[in-house]
């Protein structure tokens, strides 16, 4: 019996793709090869205040892809809640409260938040509503640094984006 190596060479062929397409295909393009763990509820973690600057641990971010804290304004405001969390291989900080159903809580679910109250949902990238009742409160993003592993935000930055995530619109 003769072996045709044109006949091995595309065998071989098919098969390698078969594995590629079967195994490969969520690390080829993707944005970090890591698995998604589909939707991850917020951890609460202790935020540093110390006068006009609050600080959280770039670690604690990373370690739990999403968290929340609250941060004493010693204003009228009283305690407000802040969210930050990991979208691709970024930081994000916002407001984290849903005026209509007072909710405090957002899972992330790849790029969406979703409120843990009222299921609302808004793009974790603009902080903008897709869906829900509470849609026309978008989260505003906070401005932050980062130094040595600590995340750094001016406490007047957080009021700010608190006060524009509460008013509609």
Sequence with gaps: MKINLKNVRSIGIVMMLLLVSAFGLG???????KAQAGPVKATWITADVNGDVVSIPVADVNDNTNVHFKVNTNTELGEIAVMA???GDEIVIRSNVCPPCRSIGFTLD???????SCGTTFDAETGNGIQGACVAYPKESIPYT??????VMDINDVITAHQNTVIKG
């Design 27 to 33: 690390c080829i393009g993707g944005d970090s090869g």
């Design 85 to 87: 969390f990991v979208l």
């Design 110 to 116: 790849d790029a969406v938040l979703v409120c843990d």
């Design 146 to 151: 980062e130094s040595g592993g600590i995340i």
